[in-house]
């Protein structure tokens, strides 16, 4: 007799080899007590004992994972057998009686592989089909034909599975990010083990490897401590029963228990989300004979786009590049694509480590990566689950799928920082300083892993992390302050008196009386409420702040903050030096220089002046994969010297005789930059954000040619800044200075500008202005005239 009350107590392994024994005894009972089959007449005769019968453990007790309660999913499978159902009878009725649930069938071998060849739940399970007890060649046939079968139809039934994980992700959410997760049902829970070994099974993937193998296991063993502990079939891990299993499993507390879970989760599903995009890329049927060519685009210096994926280029070195591992992610997630894992992999092993404080380039790619919002959360993930985040920042495993008991929370502490960081991505063209909102974003909670009040604790913290990432210390002392008093606008907004000048003072006299860090509080303050939960930021919580900050912005006054004009000079130590003849009509040539700075190159162009100089070099160093951040041009008797800060997009120097030769040809008319850089854009597919440009002017403070200023904030893409100088030209204005920045998928671009006779830019102007810069910053450059601006 089966003890059913011991078997709870059991371990996995001990409990299948119980009911394995006691089941062999069943069968062996039901064909002794059921009378034979009467022989056909000159038939062979009647089969006997378990000859052409099997008795098939599918499910949990097939893969000898049964847990505590667990039902029992048996086939029994025949051939040549007529007494079969009388068999099955004395078989099932034990099983009920003896109180255990039964999930039951009685199949043929072809009667099984027709269910399953249409029936993907059926399909699935059979795949873990294991001999109990019976004929062990028959059980052997149905294994092979069901793998056969799977493997023929899994254009058909791996998409229904596909459906079928999506349901479950969307009726029951992330098993990381809960805090009562359905252990066996959530996306990343235990179904993602039968989803990886049905994909190995099509064999359109590899078998589990032993991290994620483990990770299953401790799902399993949380699983059966739960069930033990309610005595019920029960799959969420209820609050109630957390201290109680964490202990049982010797974890310190329930905390410890929720982040091993998560960890769990997270590994299972991404190797998951990873293995399915191998499946789909498997399941594209080519036409015989022919192969796809897979076309490689260029996207960063030593990273391009194959397929559907962002790899390593031929030529990159990632051994001697500490900021391949960034340049990559941001590569990635500008074009909303996902790095491969072969590139996770060689980036884990062989990238060396960031210098401190980290080049320039690495942090402007790495605000790229924050600043390209929704696309950014999967390609952190990818670099968390290989290591290269916590190598980057070390601090992160301290909040690495770290619980958050408020039931305001969605998220882990992690989680929630890189969800913060998505939000403020939209919420960049509203601030001075986005590189700055970006990263108190990411980092307001990094106190949450240590002991104290999180944002007291995460202030110093926050600061030595902007330190390490080579920030200003004036701008490390600004990430301090808005990790420090995160908290402080929807605080005081939600339990003080706003209309009370007490209140406002105090907000003032906290935040330094600095408008930029009022303004940068109040995006963080919308980010951090976005990112925990419609209930955290609701309207009537949204409205209080906006009206805080307008009262406390009233108290302090001020003006926005605008980038000064750039300090640019042309090249005293220039590297290269090229001239062309000269162009017809004028007494001097076209000259390029370049040289090396501190931060980069320096492109000097010389030209007869003409109105759009300044726009037609900027096309001519687009047209050369080259990022223009700063531009200044000065002219006298006639001729006009651009200087151009510059950054090669691919890591290649300028060559300055094809620059030379660019600008005469532009000049000259028989090149057609607009048409050149429009093809450029389609080549590279570049996305744009779709939020509104915004334009401001401000005719304050202006020095030398220039009589306004006007800011444009916009999505970026290739020649975005031709078009706009071209924009500007084509209303009248001269430019004289640019300074051009660039955050993920947003260009901030800062242009002097000047009325040829020398008066201020009058509102009808600036009206037209404002309406070519909307229209330059949504399409290609419209020619007036010709290709060339004039």
């Known amino acids: 007799m089966l003890d059913t009350e011991a078997l709870p107590g059991l371990s996995r392994a001990e409990r299948v080899e119980a009911l394995d024994g006691w089941l062999a005894g069943l069968l062996a009972d039901a064909v002794g007590g059921t009378p034979p089959a009467r022989a056909r007449r000159g038939g062979p005769p009647p089969r006997t004992g378990t000859d052409g019968l099997a008795l098939v453990a599918v499910g949990s007790l097939g893969r000898r994972e049964l847990p505590p309660h667990g039902d029992l999913d048996l086939v029994l499978v025949h051939e040549d057998r007529p007494e079969v159902a009388a068999v099955a009878d004395a ?79 969307r009726r029951l959410g992330e098993l990381a990010f809960l805090l009562e997760p359905d252990l066996k049902e959530a996306y990343g829970g235990l179904r993602e083990g039968q989803v990886l070994r049905a994909a190995a ?67 299972l ?55 391949l591992v960034l340049r990559a992610a941001a590569a990635a997630a500008r074009a909303d694509l996902l790095l491969s894992p072969y590139t996770l992999k060689v980036l884990a092993v062989h990238s060396p480590p960031m210098p401190v404080p980290w080049p320039a380039e690495a942090r402007w790619s790495f ?43 969605r998220f882990t502490v992690d989680r929630h920082l890189i969800e913060a960081a998505a939000a403020a991505s939209e919420l960049t063209r509203d601030v001075d300083r986005p590189d700055l909102l970006l990263v108190a974003s990411l980092l307001h909670d990094i106190g949450k892993g240590w002991p104290g009040d999180h944002s007291v604790v995460g202030e110093p913290i926050a600061a030595a992390i902007g330190a390490r990432m080579g920030f200003a210390e004036a701008d490390v002392a600004t990430l301090g302050t808005l990790v420090r008093h995160h908290l402080l606008l929807p605080a005081t907004a939600t339990r003080r008196d706003i209309d009370d000048p007490a209140t406002i003072e105090r907000v003032a006299a906290t935040i330094g009386r600095d408008p930029s860090v009022l303004q940068l509080l109040h995006a963080l303050a919308q980010a951090d409420g976005a990112a925990t939960s419609a209930s ?123 620059l030379a030769d660019g600008v005469r040809a532009a000049l000259e008319g028989t090149l057609r930059l607009a048409e050149r850089l429009r093809q450029r854009e389609a080549d590279y597919r570049e996305e744009t954000r779709s939020a509104p440009p915004r334009i401001s002017w401000h005719n304050h403070e202006v020095s030398g040619r220039a009589t306004g200023i006007v ?58 202005v404002d309406a070519a810069l909307i229209a330059a910053t949504r399409g290609p450059a419209v020619a007036v005239g010709t290709d060339t601006p004039s």
Request: charged residues 25%.
């Open 91 to 169: 078989l099932w009725y034990p099983v009920w009686d003896a109180g255990l649930r039964l999930d039951h069938s009685v199949r043929s071998v072809a009667d099984a592989v027709a269910v399953a060849s249409t029936d993907v739940k059926a399909g699935l399970g059979l795949l873990d089909a294991r001999l109990v007890a019976g004929d062990a060649e028959l059980a052997a046939r149905l294994r092979t034909a069901t793998l056969v079968n799977w493997r023929q139809a899994a254009s058909r039934l791996l998409p229904q599975l596909r459906d079928l994980r999506r349901d479950r992700a």
């Open 269 to 323: 599903a991404f190797v998951a989300d990873e293995t399915w995009r191998r499946v789909e890329a498997g399941l594209v049927r080519r036409p015989r004979g022919r192969y796809r060519r897979v076309r490689r685009e260029p996207l960063a210096e030593g990273v391009v786009r194959q397929g559907d994926e962002v790899v390593l280029a031929r030529d990159a070195r990632p051994v001697a590049d500490s900021g």
């Open 367 to 409: 605000l790229r990566v924050l600043a390209s919002g929704r696309s950014a959360v999967p390609v952190l993930e990818q670099l968390d689950q290989e290591g290269l985040l916590a190598r980057l920042l070390p601090e992160w495993d301290r909040v690495r799928s770290l619980p958050q008991r408020h039931p305001w929370h």
């Open 201 to 267: 099974a099509a064999q359109l993937a590899d078998e589990p490897a032993a991290e994620v193998e483990q990770s299953y296991a401790f799902l399993l063993d949380v699983r059966d401590e739960l069930r033990r502990r309610s005595g019920r079939a029960a799959d969420v891990l209820v609050r109630q029963e957390q201290r109680a299993i964490a202990a049982a499993l010797g974890l310190a507390d329930e905390d410890v228990l929720l982040r091993e879970v998560s960890l769990a989760g997270r590994r």
């Open 536 to 658: 955290a930021w609701s309207p009537w919580k949204a409205h209080l702040v906006a009206a805080l900050v307008a009262r406390v912005q009233a108290e302090l006054g001020g003006t926005p903050l605008l980038a000064p004009e750039p300090v640019l000079h042309p090249a005293t130590r220039a590297q290269a030096t090229v001239q062309v003849p000269g162009l017809p009509g004028a007494t001097r040539g076209v000259t390029v220089a370049i040289e090396e700075v501190a931060d980069g190159r320096q492109v000097t162009i010389g030209a007869p002046d003409r109105p759009g100089l300044l726009s037609t070099c900027a096309g001519v160093l687009a047209l050369n994969q080259l990022d223009v951040r700063a531009a200044k041009m000065t002219v006298a008797d006639g001729y006009a010297t651009g200087v151009y800060s510059v950054r090669p997009r691919f890591g290649r120097a300028p060559v300055p005789e094809i």
């Open 711 to 768: 800011e444009v904030r916009a999505g970026d893409r290739a020649g975005l800044l031709y078009r706009l100088t071209a924009a500007i030209a084509g209303e009248g204005l001269d430019v004289t200075s640019a300074r051009i920045e660039t955050l993920g998928g947003d260009a901030v671009d800062c242009f002097y500008v000047a009325n040829p006779s020398g008066s201020p830019v009058d509102p009808g102007q600036r009206a037209r």
